[in-house]
């Protein structure tokens, strides 16, 4: 890490915590200019798990045909071990970390009746861990609650928040104009579409966004709204 040199603002700001707190004082230091973090070599990084789906297409209806399909994947385990130079080896559990999620699915219901087509769609991201962390003696003091997972990481044992799981719905209906239409829109497709349809935020997590980026990124803009106009030639 490197820092520009300490200027009286910097003095000032460390100031008040460092009188208030004599017995444990801080070195007051400049604002940082640059950070290098070196890659960390991960030796091997194993996964299992299994991918599983349906699809059924449903008895032909007066109001037209409807399609249901639903993909799940189930992560059985997760381990990465670093090996730093001249130092043992390191060994992790990242299942449910980092966007690991044990269980991810999505499931669609596709309806179509002559010109008119529809969809839902639902994706589901199951519990996973956020950074923040405490230790085992207060884990310990609280009953070993379920919202605390302990989780062996980096050669140790860590307590962390659990992120609960998240479900979030999609929404399109379309129209396409036949050829008895206006011949201005003949041949012309019309689709709305609606992306988290009930404006779900992202689960609150530690870290610099606060929230996960590996779980909840799609998350982030809310709902959205679209519309696509497509014309054939």
Excluded: C
Excluded at 149 to 176: E, P
Excluded at 186 to 199: A, E, I, P, Q, S
């Amino acid at each position: 890490m490197v820092r520009y040199p300490v200027t009286p603002e910097d003095v000032a700001a460390f100031a008040p915590y460092n009188a208030a707190n004599p017995n444990n004082q801080q070195g007051i230091a400049g604002k940082i200019f640059s950070v290098s973090q070196p890659f960390i070599n991960v030796a091997t990084s194993e996964h299992e798990g299994v991918d599983f789906g349906l699809r059924y297409v449903v008895p032909r209806f007066r109001w037209g045909n409807v399609v249901l399909n639903s993909d799940w994947s189930y992560f059985v385990r997760s381990r990465s071990v670093q090996r730093p130079a001249n130092l043992p080896a390191i060994e992790s559990d990242d299942l449910n970390t980092s966007g690991i999620a044990r269980w991810r699915g999505t499931s669609n219901v596709a309806w179509r009746r002559g010109a008119w087509t529809g969809n839902l769609g639902a994706y589901y991201v199951g519990p996973t861990q956020g950074g923040a962390s405490t230790s085992q003696a207060i884990w310990e003091s609280l009953g070993r609650p379920s919202y605390i997972a302990r989780q062996f990481t980096g050669g140790q044992f860590l307590y962390r928040y659990i992120v609960g799981s998240t479900i979030t719905y999609n929404f399109s209906l379309g129209y396409r104009f036949g050829p008895d239409a206006n011949r201005l829109l003949r041949g012309t497709r019309v689709r709305l579409g609606v992306v988290n349809l009930f404006d779900k935020e992202p689960p609150l997590s530690s870290g610099a966004f606060g929230y996960d980026p590996g779980v909840s990124q799609h998350l982030l803009p809310g709902r959205t709204w679209s519309v696509e106009f497509a014309r054939q030639f």
